[in-house]
């Protein structure tokens, strides 16, 4: 990515996609409400279980894959964000009143959120896979 | 208004003229107190919260006093208990939470360059909630009936009422009204910093201060609303005897842990985050440089927002929860170290990076970093569950907390005071004076809390009245108790400095040389905000914009003139800041403090049980707000749209989303559909502590199906008859929209009535479970809000008829169509929730 000129986009080529997509402060959340859902999946279903049925959720599986998912909406945030973030034009240090530095403070911001979304959720996902009973 | 018009020093002083006159203060010996300006009500508020935390100072000192030595009889037990439990709640309702909203309201609209917050007669009926519910709660000591459960009131000792007395209730009504108060105030700043920057500030040139103000705020909507939800449950118990916390008859005490700490953990970062936002602002200024990682703190901010609503039950680790659910929380209590980190090695940087201005606010920046930190180390030992057990209410913990916010809240403030105070008043405080107090108040902070770890490992309990010398805590505890003596000192002293400001020079304006907007205030200033809104093209634009501060005093920028003799500023979009609205603001009005009294009558008339009395005080709030929406809002203006001056026009009307009335809405909702959530939660909390639930037998069968569905079919179609209502209105078929309207509020009448036919026709009887007693709570406060909507489609009913709302000027319509689309969503959980759920429709 880093020897793309800035105006080397295809045009309808998958950057080009990435670029045009719309960044507000909804999409900047979107990392770490997809660990605050992680978070009430796994907590909900665990103690739901343990004081209904009285055990671990039988189908452990259905950890990896909830973790999985989330991981995967996450690092596809992070990676649109990451794209938009080195959105070519002005110069540095980019921190003007700019269509494209406002364009790379929210990616940026966003990019951010993503990666402490990531290590939040694997934190979530770690008793959820390794305790497997309800004492 | 060309650029070249401001050269003519007659018109400039002509528009001053009328500025002043629009923006003239009231005067008079009542009529000064109806006065809604930020500036003035900020500086109130902020009075008033900082005596609030005087006097939980002093009943701090009472009770080291009485803990200086083993044995000691200087209080009762029970007046212990008192003091203890004042001590907490008016530190965080009282002090903490207000001070942060106080020191919003002065700061937000300067820093904004607006010239008031969008609704400033909603932060003057925030302010004068505040003071009503603050002097009832902290007045209750001195008639011995404070409250004694602890700041977080654990049920079973606080709700029976042969174990507590009119305390709990004085706490629980005192503190929902300031709480009410709070989700006031956390509309207006998000509103504020939404929508009333000015033009060119997009997001990433707010200053950081403002996001911070964006993130606490909507933490307070979502914090605060679970503990009303808590509140009312608790207060049913209290007065009507339904069982929600009572085991005996299928409650559960820890249902109340939950809601409470799903509010009190968020709280934490509520009263820390604003005071980082301090040195946020002040950092770069002492650096004399931008701050380094500005999308880093907004990280910060906005990621410790969102995990510390994954945090509550850290406070609940010795309650028996399996410890897979306690391993989730700890999880998540050890990852909001992370951004907390962040946000200090962001300052760390731009100091290092910057040529520091040593300074006494810097002092206090330092000072409260030093001490936040170890309370943030003692955090993660007690996030780890094995050691919390350990350490749980022992002196350890109260060690732990006074660390946090001693050094995350309480310094950090006084580092703003003195920062801030040439801003307020013109004036600097003394430095000697502040580095002196600086000094008492860090070795007294260190020598009180920090041999309270120690105390807490050798097994001393938190909250207990006296404690015996062969427990080995004599020395600690002396140690202690002189530490908050040498603390109060310092405190004591900022008074002083404080008190001898009136008799000090001016100092020259912005006299730290800072960068932001907010330094354009001049050390004689004018009661209008600013004298015209600028366009912001940097984050610092004092730095950083050529001629700056000349512009904007010349009237160079965008409305610099009253000429329609109105308060006025500018709506812009929520991104990028255009320029989309010019709002008239709500003049002085005696409207705001008449409606918090009344409001305020009912919440204390309850806490005496004088129903009837709390019933005509609720019906006068009603004509209150009525009265004051009426003649105060979505008013027709004069003229389509208004120039801004360089060849900009704007509206002076909108509605829908690109209003500020349309948001505070939408905001105000978000925070009653957070409240209704609590009530759901507690439903099925108790579904998950039964193994029959719902329960059968006399009283406990119902409330069936059919009434549930009917009442759900017909607020529906109330919500129906609204949304056509809005359409038809825009259309032109205005007979079309009232005669919905008018209907449709028959309708949400009615569905009051299917609504409490369900319970009742079953025999539902909520003092005998909680099954029956959550049934009909979450039916009274579905009903009350079919009231409200039906309340609502009448006023906008007349308001129609009134040609005060037409086709075109439809704010009103549009605003309730939010509230019904809200209502529609209440409805629908709550009936399918007690009407479909398995075993209910029997």
Redesign the interface.
Known sequence: MKNESPHGDRPGGLRARILALRV??WT??VP??V??VH?LF??LW???S???LGQ?PRFTTAFVIGTGVALAIIVAAGAIAWVQSRTPGDPPPH???TDI??L???A??TL??AG??F??VV??A???LM?T??? | MSLHAQDDPQLRADQEQRLRTVWAPPTGWFGRWTDVNNNRVGVWYTLTAFTFMLFAGVLALIMRTQLAAPGNDLVSASTFNQLFTLHGSMMMFLFAVPMFEAVAVILLPQLLGARDLPFPRLSAFGYWSFLIGGVFVAGSIFFNAAPDGGWFMYPPFTTRTDLSGLGADIWMLGLSFIEVSSVAAAVELIVGVLKTRPPGMRLNLMPLYAWYILVVAVMILFAFPPLIAGDLLFEMERLLGWPFFDAAKGGDAILWQHLFWIFGHPEVYIVFLPSIALFAMMVPTFAQRHLLGYPWIVLAAVGTAFLSFGLWVHHMFTTGLPKISLAFFSAASEAVAIPTGIQIFVFIATMWAGRVTWSTPLLYAFGSIAIFVIGGLTGVMVAIAPFDWQAHDTYFIVAHLHYVLIGGTLIPLMGGLYYYWPLITGKKLSDRIGRTAFWFQFVGANLTFFPMHFSGLMGMPRRVFTYPAELGVGGLNMASTIGSYVFAIGVLLVCVDLARSPWRQKSPRNPWNAGTLEWLAHPDDEDWGIRSVPLITSRYPIWDQKNFVRNVDEGRFFLPDAPEGRRETIITSVLDARPVQVIRLGTPSAKPMATAAALGSVFILTTYHLYWWALAGAVATLSMVLWWLWTGTAEIPENEEKSIGHGLKVPLYCSGGSSAGWWAMFITMMADATAFSGLVFGYYFFWTRHDDFPPSGPGMDGPGAFWPMAALAITLASWAMTVAARELNARGAEGAARGLLGVGALASLAAIGAGLAGPMTTGLEPSLHVYPAIVWTLVLWTVAHNGVGAIMQLYTLARSIAGRMTPRYDADVRNITVYHHFMALTAIVTYATIGLFPGAGS
Do not use: Q
């Open positions: 507000t402060l900047l959340i770490p409400t660990w605050a978070f796994c907590y665990v103690s739901v343990c004081a209904k671990f921190d003007e009143g530095d406002r790379r403070f929210i940026k911001s951010l959120l402490l979304s290590v939040a934190f979530t770690a008793p959820a305790l009973d309800c004492r």
